[in-house]
């Protein structure tokens, strides 16, 4: 009997050890099969890291102007942060990005530091915006932006891209900045026609007013181009200057222009030498 209890008793451990060498096998296909996708995984973060450092620096760099510390600083920075987001680049890739686009000063400045390559970005990008940063208050950058207008000496896209340049500083939504633009333009006639059109936004005032050109500055009196010819004295009648600046002796109000004595008009003065001598020539004794 005892030695049939010990029979039992050894079969029944072996059945145990049995199945724990079951347990402990299939813990190690699961082991194995995590430690497989594990390194699937880290194979894709390699690729996709490869693809992101594959891309060449001047592809991206045409997106963002070169920086020389005269424009803000913040405005900059977020053109490199608006490109990496858009263009799915790492931090390495854009610091290259933003060194090879500094030059003046700000390169100066980045060469001075220690620990640029290896500290994080947006500490590099913190401190580069209390450098270069705008001291201007927003107040000051409003009044800058509203005594922006179309000028003479430009066409209308000149102004416009002067114009969206200062009000990216002040975060301006687009139908607010459609009325600046418009109440910019110099030439009352035009601005009221501009008014009249009811654009709806930027794109479409650009397409229609791309190609004019303001008009030449017209005399307030006369409506044409103001010009030596179209002004006229008062006191010797003849044209190039006013009354103020004539070097003729100064005329009695109501006297002839001609001879100088009341009670006719030039065109009825006999010595009224415009019908003798060449029509530039003025020979009025006035």
């Not at 686009?101 to 590099?124: D, F, N, V």
């Not at 397409?207 to 006229?232: C, E």
């Amino acid at each position: 009997m005892e030695k049939d209890k010990v029979a039992q008793l050894r079969d029944k451990q072996m059945e145990l050890l049995r199945k724990e060498n079951e347990l402990l096998q299939k813990e190690k296909e699961i082991m194995q099969r995590e430690n497989d996708f594990l390194k699937l995984m880290s194979s894709n973060i390699d690729r996709l890291r490869a693809v992101d450092n594959s891309v060449p620096l001047g592809l991206v760099s045409n997106f963002v102007p070169v920086y020389d510390g005269k424009a803000d600083a913040a405005f900059f920075i977020t053109q490199l942060r608006d490109l990496q987001q858009h263009c799915k680049l790492s931090d390495d890739l854009l610091r290259a990005l933003f060194a090879s686009k500094l030059e003046g000063r700000p390169l100066s400045w980045l060469h001075s530091r220690r620990g640029t390559a290896t500290e994080y970005i947006t500490e590099t990008f913190s401190q580069f915006c209390v450098m270069f940063g705008s001291k201007k208050s927003r107040l000051e950058l409003r009044r800058k932006f509203e005594r922006r207008v179309w000028r003479q000496e430009e066409n209308f896209m000149d102004y416009y891209n002067g114009k969206v340049e200062l009000a990216k500083k002040l975060k301006m939504e687009e139908d607010e900045l459609l009325e600046y633009v418009i109440d910019g333009i110099s030439n009352t006639h035009l601005r009221r026609q501009t008014v009249l059109q009811h654009y709806n936004n930027l794109a479409e005032l650009c397409k229609s007013l791309s190609t004019i050109k303001l008009p030449k500055a017209v005399d307030a009196d006369h409506g044409v181009a103001a010009n030596k010819f179209s002004v006229r004295c008062y006191n010797c009648n003849s044209f190039g200057h006013y009354a103020a600046d004539c070097t003729k002796p100064t005329r009695e109000p109501g006297t002839c222009y001609a001879c100088g004595i009341s009670g006719h008009t030039v065109g009825s003065c006999d010595k009224n030498k415009k019908r003798e001598t060449p029509k530039n020539e003025n020979n009025y004794k006035a």
